[in-house]
T-cell receptor
């Protein structure tokens, strides 16, 4: 089945630093999404990417849909303590009238004040 | 506007038992998807319900089944529980199918522990 490789698994950064994480797939996706999950909560959508090569920003977050459609990255600029959490990439597969998300294993981000 | 709610919050069962988890979708949403999230992993797609019918299924055995009701709330049933079924079960609701991906909202999940 489809698998997403997300890296790094975890990272510790100083407040104010920039962060970069990425996701690669063995399959092509038509849509890439990035989610953040806080403890005890469900994932919350941060950014959705719909076209190969697309670069999209949401505040301090920037994500790109790779040209090969098999990869994506997420950058967070000037990190703050509330950025702490687990970030997931997800690829959207749609077919036969249904759609399903395939998630990466997550990147756990810790921000040191 | 009410968000996605799930019940119960936590549940402990023993091997071989059956469990029913519940999800109330966000007001106006007619599509519910269920995911299993094992510790330290990303969510894995179980199945999706659209207008009370199963509309897509992931790689899960038939002992995972579901229902969607006329008010679009949903149940996930798991029979013959196994230890590996211990996980956080998430539901997500949206309006419509693929076109509604931007409007898919996750609930807080039900933490199932199988002993």
């Amino acid at each position: 089945g489809q698998q997403l490789n997300q890296s790094p698994q975890s990272m510790f950064i100083q407040e104010g630093e920039d962060v970069s994480m990425n996701c690669t797939s063995s399959s092509i996706f038509n849509t890439w999404l990035w989610y953040k999950q806080d403890p005890g909560e469900g994932p919350v959508l941060l950014i959705a990417l719909y076209k190969a090569g697309e670069l999209t920003s949401n505040g301090r977050l920037t994500a790109q849909f790779g040209i090969t459609r098999k990869d994506s990255f997420l950058n967070i600029s000037a990190s703050i303590p509330s950025d702490v959490g687990i970030y997931f990439c997800a690829g959207l597969y749609s077919g036969a009238g249904s759609y399903q998300l395939t998630f990466g294993k997550g990147t756990k981000l810790s921000v040191i004040p | 506007e009410t968000g996605v709610t799930q019940s119960p919050t936590h549940l402990i069962k023993t091997r071989g038992q059956q469990v029913t988890l519940r999800c109330s979708s966000q007001s106006g949403h007619n599509t519910v998807s269920w995911y299993q999230q094992a510790l330290g992993q990303g969510p894995q797609f179980i199945f999706q319900y659209y207008r009370e019918e199963e509309n897509g299924r992931g790689n899960f055995p038939p002992r995972f089944s579901g229902l969607q009701f006329p008010n679009y709330s949903s149940e996930l049933n798991v029979n013959a529980l196994e230890l590996d079924d211990s996980a956080l079960y998430l539901c997500a609701s949206s309006l419509g199918l693929a076109g509604g991906i931007n409007e898919q909202f996750f609930g807080p999940g039900t933490r199932l522990t199988v002993l």
